[in-house]
């Protein structure tokens, strides 16, 4: 019997009557005669609203005691589901990470899954159960509740598929498909037919929240087709899957938008061999990321530091990136969190000369000025200031000739 994996995120299951159009839609894949299991995230914004209650009595809290509380968030949707399906006459059960045994590794608040055990799931598939399974939680070595980041329940669907041996994997939202960048910033956004892992893998890393960027990775380990599709419609979705079934297309795919980086510079450190060295080794023992780098203006045998971390990374190490700055000798840090990374990202480029002078043309003409840059294979990426970002991602978008006719999903989604 076809076994197959679903997922609907916090929008897809936002108040009871959307809960219910999941149950209907769940309950027509298993009338085909289907084996289900659906994974879902807590009720729209229910994890924000849990991350609010956090910092109202803690301003430093004990990461356990967070994954402790947000994984309730999922306890609550998917026990709804289950209700609902069963209310309509069908069978089902809800079963949250730890009674899977969807064993995490020991990072709380953004763990990666270690093994998954089918035992469970396979039993109540094979009592002709719909298996509703919570996202975004696992458990740790020490039996303790784990979350997978934010937006991981997309992570949780896909390691689910792999540990079953799916092939295909469908994750709903409430956008119809990848588009060539947030619609909801640029409503030409055209919509992709299908896109490579590679490519939405450098599109989750930079930015695009629509898949979250673990999925894709175990998407592309285990070679499983993701089809992402709106709830709300049966709109055609897109496909990520391999490179060699990708429609031949344009150089650049897509365009993203990070306002979650901060700039910081190490300014005067002594220009010697090593020193670069020390200092981002001292930051990642802190588990601090870090993402762009250039090192620049040399004087008097001293240079600056530059680079980008996450604004979390900020919050959590602002005082080790002074101490460590200090012990280099550094003379002051400078942080500028009104900065945004934005990026073209495409598989041509491989082959295609010129793509990143086009970036930066069309940018000087609308007088961005980029502060920083780095390159892949498929991507350029550029920090720009903050409140140039929307305009940057218009220039590029219309610069590489992206734009397609504007969808409805923005209103069936309300
Ligand atoms: P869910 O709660 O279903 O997981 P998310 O909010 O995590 O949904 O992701 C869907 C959102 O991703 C969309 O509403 C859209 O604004 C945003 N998004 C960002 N970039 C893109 C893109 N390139 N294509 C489609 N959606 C995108
Ligand atoms: N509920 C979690 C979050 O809001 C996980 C998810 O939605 O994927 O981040
Ligand atoms: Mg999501």
């Not at 994750?171 to 409503?187: K, Q």
């Not at 629509?210 to 089809?227: C, G, T, W």
């Not at 930051?283 to 250039?294: E, P, Q, R, S, T």
């Amino acid at each position: 019997m076809a076994l197959i994996v679903q997922k609907y995120g916090g929008t897809s299951v936002a108040n009871v009557e959307k809960i219910k159009n999941v149950a209907d839609r769940v309950i027509k894949e298993y009338k085909k005669g289907r084996q289900i299991v659906v994974v879902v995230s807590a009720m729209g914004d229910a994890t924000d609203q849990l991350v609010e209650l956090v910092g109202k009595v803690a301003s430093n809290p004990d990461p356990r005691e967070v994954d402790m509380l947000l994984t309730t968030g999922e306890q609550v949707s998917i026990a709804l589901l289950s209700m609902a399906i069963q209310a309509k006459g069908y069978q089902a059960i809800s079963l949250t990470g730890s009674q899977v045994k969807i064993t995490t590794d020991n990072r709380h608040n953004r763990a990666e899954i270690m093994k998954i055990d089918n035992a469970r799931i396979l039993t109540e598939l094979k009592a002709g159960k719909i298996v509703v399974v919570a996202g975004f939680q696992g458990i740790n070595t020490l039996d303790d509740f784990t979350t997978l980041g934010r937006g991981g329940s997309d992570t949780t669907a896909v390691a689910i598929a792999a540990s079953l041996g799916a092939k295909r994997c469908e994750l709903y939202s409430d956008v119809d498909g990848i588009y060539t960048t947030d619609p909801r910033m640029i409503a030409k956004a055209r919509k992709l037919t299908s896109i490579s892992y590679q490519e939405m893998l450098e599109m989750a890393n930079l930015g695009a929240k629509v898949l979250h960027p673990r999925s894709v990775e175990l998407a592309k380990h285990y070679q499983i087709k993701l089809y992402i599709a709106s709830s709300f419609n049966y709109h055609p979705g897109t496909t990520v899957e391999g490179m060699d079934e990708m429609e031949k297309r344009k150089n650049v795919t897509g365009v993203t938008c990070d306002k979650n980086e901060v700039k910081i510079t190490v300014q005067e450190v002594p220009d010697h061999p090593g020193i670069a060295g020390q200092l981002f080794n001292n930051l990642a023992k802190y588990g601090i990321n870090v993402d762009m780098i250039i090192q620049n203006l040399q004087r008097n045998n001293k240079n600056d530091i530059t680079f980008t971390i996450s604004k979390e990374d900020l919050l959590k190490g602002k005082k080790y990136i002074t101490e460590i700055a200090q012990g280099l000798g550094s003379s002051r840090v400078e942080i500028d969190p009104t900065v945004a990374k934005v990026s073209i990202i495409g598989a041509g480029m491989i082959t295609t000369p010129g793509i990143a002078a086009k970036m930066f043309t069309a940018l000087g003409q609308a007088q961005i000025n980029i502060q920083m840059i780095t390159t892949s294979d498929i991507k350029v990426s550029v920090l720009i200031n903050e409140e140039l970002a929307e305009q940057a991602v218009h220039v590029l978008h219309d610069c590489f000739e992206l734009a397609g006719e504007t969808g409805d999903w923005q209103e069936q989604a309300k």
